[in-house]
């Protein structure tokens, strides 16, 4: 099967009676919110999705998806590399659904007025999720090694604390 462009936009309900299967990618400079997040957005997301029904008769997007992109060291400030993987399944919010009887690891999808999703929006929000909170090299292969980290030293006799808090009012009212 040929790597295509995925579609922007997908009715999940027809692709399932379909059984669709799509294999392709985004650029990521069309993914605007994921650009900014890393540091460059050269290369592309990798997507697989398979679209089918579920035991229960639920409308099922299978979504894989994977990038290899360049995000900033939060200690060192320098780029390093990260793999983001995406491998979710998910099924669309529709008036009909009983939101009780979805499995609990589905996601739930909003539609459209037209039953559609925002496919490449959803890929996106769920790579923005997968990247760290911060995001740091291994200590060994930081360009800040660990005796360049100072962390100081408290004086032991600062670091205790009167009995009562109001002494030390009462020293600053006496030395006026």
Known sequence: MQKVKMPVEIDPVKSAQKRSDYDGFYP????????????SDQGEVSVLLRCAY??????????????DV?????RCAEAMPIKLALSATFTPKTARLEEDLVPSEYGLVEVNEYGQIDLRALIEDELLL???????????????????????????????????????????KNSK
């Open 54 to 67: 579920d035991e229960q008769g639920l409308p099922v997007m299978l979504i894989s998806a994977e990038a």
């Open 28 to 39: 990521l400079g069309n993914l605007k919110r994921l650009s900014d997040a890393i540091v």
């Open 130 to 172: 997968a990247i760290p909170l911060v995001p740091k090299h291994n200590v060994e292969e930081c360009a800040i090694k660990q005796q360049d980290m100072s962390w100081g030293q408290l004086d032991p006799a600062a670091s205790e604390k009167p009995a009562n808090p109001f002494d030390v009012l009462k020293s600053l």
């Open 70 to 74: 360049e995000v900033t060291c939060q």
